[in-house]
């Protein structure tokens, strides 16, 4: 049986919203989060912002992460921001990964995404932001 | 009110308050001191519904079935609040909580609840603290609380004293009738579901499960039913439920109900104590240093751990 006293694990979201079904990158995080003792609620592909926020909700997630491969970010990622904020009143921290030039990355930056990881990022940086970010929520 | 990060109150939990509601089952999780307040005040309204608990392998199609049920349930105009738990690493404690990809969209809403669960180091099927999940769940108002447990094998029987129906998720070609005969798993079955009923083999499992039940019924009077279903092409579904069902009400009628329900309490009230004093005791190891010398004794083979343990629980409380 596992110590009562330990830290309780930092509880994050992975879900990809949109259409698009690359969802290898995602996963790979998912795996690199749970390896850092984190509880990763993967939920999946064609997520509606309405059904992210929803999760974030019933699984209270200390943070988000959100990937994205299919272009519609600049649509979906501040519409989860939106609704975040409406359902919840408090800012859960959101990051988010894929293909997304450095025009948008900047804009979305300035709209309350936390961090933005692109190709060529490694496990260690997005786990140690990640990290970060949610003892920061807690 | 609730802030997000702050305590939850029983009376915003009653009143179907979601963030509430989520907020309370991570304090009960992480075992905080709040979390036996709400704990405390809302268990008289405990105890009133289905708790219905999935049990099997991976993979079979427990996280499906419970979509599905799900769908059903909502159909016939229900709620329901789901529990999920998937296994804690060993190494890192962390885990991936994968049930909740098979929970479809058409199923959310405001009657629908989906909270996935660590296993965070306990055995069995069920986390620590999944007991007190569902409580809060059923005092949030929903009419059914679904319970998913750990892809299970043999022995992973921790479900019984959380569900009140326990369904026993299996599929074609698991193993020959022999394996139904064997202790554990198949003893704790109200309903057997063989899954993916669209393969080949079904027919033979449910013959092979159909024979263990006609062996006789279980303890309590009851002769398990068996249930063939999939999920790809949703089948068998409506019925899976009715057999469910069909349990609930002979439990219900039964004249051993008030005494197995007495039985369970009791089982927890040893459980409890068992957290409590050890957890006392470990803490009191690890820092009254007059005790180390005691364990320092136990090392050098002088005094046997019985004898060390007779010494740390109080005469007259042994």
Not at chain 1, 44 to 51: A, D, H, M
Not at chain 2, 145 to 169: K, M, P
Not at chain 2, 234 to 251: D, M, N, T, V, Y
Request: include cysteine; glycine fraction near 10%.
């Amino acid at each position: 049986m596992a110590e009562k006293t330990r830290r309780t694990p930092l509880r994050v979201l992975i879900a990809k919203p949109g259409l698009d079904g690359h969802d290898r990158g995602a996963k790979i995080v998912a795996r690199a989060l749970r390896d850092a003792g984190m509880e990763v609620i993967y939920a999946g592909l064609r997520q509606t912002p309405e059904e992210i926020v929803r999760a974030a909700v019933e699984e209270d997630v200390d943070l988000i992460g959100l990937s994205i491969l299919s272009g519609a970010h600049m649509a979906l990622f501040p519409k989860v921001l939106r609704l975040l904020k409406k359902e919840t009143g408090t800012k859960i921290p959101v990051f988010a990964g894929g293909i997304i030039p450095d025009e948008d990355a900047r804009r979305l930056r300035r709209l309350g995404i936390r961090a933005i990881f692109g190709p060529g990022a490694s496990l260690q940086e997005i786990v140690t932001t990640a990290q970060r970010l949610a003892r920061g929520a807690a | 009110m609730t802030s997000a990060r702050g305590t939850p109150t029983a009376a915003a939990i009653v009143r179907g308050d979601r963030r509430a509601l989520a907020r309370a089952i991570t304090l009960v999780e992480s075992g905080d001191e709040a979390a036996d307040r709400l704990l405390r005040a809302i268990f008289p309204r405990t105890g009133r519904v289905p708790i219905v608990g999935l049990a099997g392998p991976l993979g079979v199609g427990k996280s499906s079935l419970v979509n599905l049920l799900a769908a059903h349930l909502r159909a016939q105009g229900r709620s329901v609040g789901i529990v999920a738990v998937d296994p804690s690493s060993p190494f890192s404690g962390g885990s991936v909580l994968g049930d909740r990809i098979r929970f479809d969209r058409g199923t959310g809403g405001p009657d629908v609840f989906f909270r996935s669960m660590a296993s965070r180091g306990a055995a069995g099927g069920v986390a620590e603290a999944t007991r007190d999940v569902v409580r809060l769940l059923e005092a949030a108002g929903f009419d059914v609380v679904l319970v998913e447990t750990v892809g299970s094998g043999q022995v992973d029987v921790a479900i019984r004293g959380v569900a009140t129906t326990r369904v026993v998720v299996l599929v074609p070609h698991l193993g020959d009738q022999v394996q139904t005969l064997k202790a554990g798993l198949f003893e704790i079955a109200d309903v057997f579901c063989v899954n993916k009923s669209d393969l080949p083999g079904s027919e033979i499992a449910e013959r092979d499960l159909s024979e263990l039940a006609s062996l006789g019924a279980g303890p309590d009077g009851w002769r398990s039913r068996i249930v063939r279903t999939s999920t790809v092409v949703p089948s068998g579904i409506p019925q899976l439920w009715s057999a469910i069902e069909a349990h609930e009400g002979f439990r219900a009628g039964s004249p051993d109900h008030a005494a197995e329900q007495r039985k369970r309490l009791e089982e927890e009230i040893v459980d409890r104590v068992r957290d409590v004093v050890s957890r006392d005791v470990a803490r009191r190891l690890a820092t009254d240093p007059g005790l180390r010398t005691l364990v320092d004794q136990v090392v050098a083979r002088k005094l046997d751990p019985r004898s060390a343990a007779d010494r740390l629980v109080p005469k007259g409380r042994r």
